[in-house]
């Protein structure tokens, strides 16, 4: 059974930091793409920075350097270094692990979730 467990989330003041851990289990992540992803209060869930297999990181524009996505194989893990946060990083933060194996095989896997609420 293949489980991703988020954590490392919690309530922090504007401007400070949270790293986010994301532990995989029942499945080797070196041959899946990660994700982070979030999802506000009333807001479609969004993508926010992805890590490839080789280690080729992306992010979106709203966490462009303030957040560093990092992966260790080793320890089936990927990580969210959170920095400069602002109040509308307030969201649910979820790991995904996705690997496309060829035409109509994808394989997709999520954890449950951590919640990040940035307020003074």
């Known amino acids: 059974q293949v489980q991703l467990v988020e954590s490392g989330g919690g309530l922090v003041q504007p401007g400070g930091s949270l790293r986010l851990s994301c532990v995989a289990s029942g499945v080797d992540i070196s041959g899946y793409v990660m994700y982070w992803y979030r999802q506000a209060p009333g807001k479609q869930r969004e993508q926010v920075a992805r890590?490839?297999?080789?280690?080729?990181?992306t992010y979106e524009d709203f966490v462009q350097g303030r957040f560093v996505i990092s992966r260790d194989n080793a320890e089936n893990s990927v990580f969210l270094q959170m920095n400069k946060l602002k109040p509308e990083d307030t969201a649910v933060y979820y790991c995904?692990?996705?690997?496309?194996?060829?035409?109509?095989?994808?394989?997709?896997?999520w954890g449950r979730g951590t919640q990040v609420t940035v307020s003074s």
């Open positions: 995904n692990a996705n690997r496309i194996a060829g035409v109509g095989a994808e394989f997709d896997y």
């Open positions: 890590v490839t297999r080789s280690g080729y990181e």
